[in-house]
């Protein structure tokens, strides 16, 4: 906390340093232990400050400084970021390597995020389940009929995707384009297999980004990818919290047989 003196000329003599009197010092004005109380935090949502002051002699006064924390601002994206307080150094484990980082992810909750993830889930579009070809010469519009109007999607699944390590089994994916109507800062993630045909389940199913990387590369990494990574790859545990999208009801796909094999292949890695 900041201490500090509002006044240079905090003395406990008869005298100012001019060697002229001063007034006597009123019982009022003598040092106290007795601090203020403290003012109302300086804002109304976010992270604010509050003061609080006690005398410290003749004309001196001592103001005291406190962190006072609100309910998050809306859309402060912080806020979706601060739950996820692990960093990657050199490529290694941000624990040691008998911690279970997954868990510890998963363990990561707060009643802001809870409420994030709960207006994403109800504002984000479909999958559509098929992919849309001309996504992958341009930005497409799809009509979701759930949400009773139309949704821009993009090609995910250029190098940058790095789809042979996140999304293995994958032929292609797409993602939801930001849009002035929504009031966060995801994208629908979805994959598909060689045939076309929406993963909606396995080691290839797309997930719900928190953060689109449309909106900030590095913050989509630290919140949709670093989990995965955290999960050492158990898709089947990374989509315990982040579930792979079947809003339009599409086929499950992979096949029950495939797809066991895949949740057996992901819990023995």
């Known amino acids: 906390m900041d201490r500090f003196c509002k006044l240079a000329r905090c003395t406990k003599s008869n005298t100012d340093w001019t060697g002229r009197s001063l007034p006597a010092v009123l019982p009022s004005e003598k ?27 003749y004309s001196c006064t001592l103001t005291e400084a406190s962190r006072c924390d609100q309910e998050p601002c809306p859309n402060d994206v912080n806020t979706v970021v601060e739950p996820f307080p692990f960093e990657m ?27 994030y993830v709960h207006q994403v889930l109800s504002e984000l579009p479909g999958c559509p ?16 009929e759930a949400r009773g109007r139309p ?19 994958a032929r292609s994916c797409i993602r939801s384009a930001l849009s002035d109507a929504a009031s966060t800062l995801a994208a629908q993630h979805c994959c598909y297999d060689e ?23 590095e913050l989509h990494f630290k919140v949709d990818v670093l989990p ?15 579930p ?26």
């Open 31 to 57: 040092e106290t232990d007795e601090w203020s109380a403290w003012t109302p935090c300086s804002v109304t949502c976010g992270h604010g400050e509050r003061k609080r002051t006690k005398s410290c002699g």
């Open 244 to 269: 792979p999208n079947r809003g339009l009801a599409c086929p499950e796909n992979p096949h029950q047989d495939v797809f066991l094999n895949e949740l057996e292949e992901a819990r023995e890695y």
């Open 228 to 242: 995965w990574i955290l999960c050492k790859g158990d898709w089947s545990r990374f989509h315990a919290a982040r």
């Open 195 to 217: 045939r076309g045909r929406l993963l909606t389940r396995g080691k290839g199913a797309g997930t719900p980004n928190l953060i689109s990387s449309e909106f900030s590369p």
């Open 89 to 115: 150094e050199n490529g290694t484990e941000p624990f040691g390597t008998d911690v279970d980082t997954c868990e510890k992810w998963l363990n990561c909750k707060s009643d802001f995020l809870q409420r």
């Open 151 to 169: 949704f821009r999607w993009r090609d995910a699944s250029g190098p940058r995707e790095r789809l042979d390590v996140y999304k293995p089994s």
């Open 129 to 144: 389940c098929s992919y849309p070809s001309a996504a992958a010469y341009a930005v497409v519009s799809v009509h979701d």
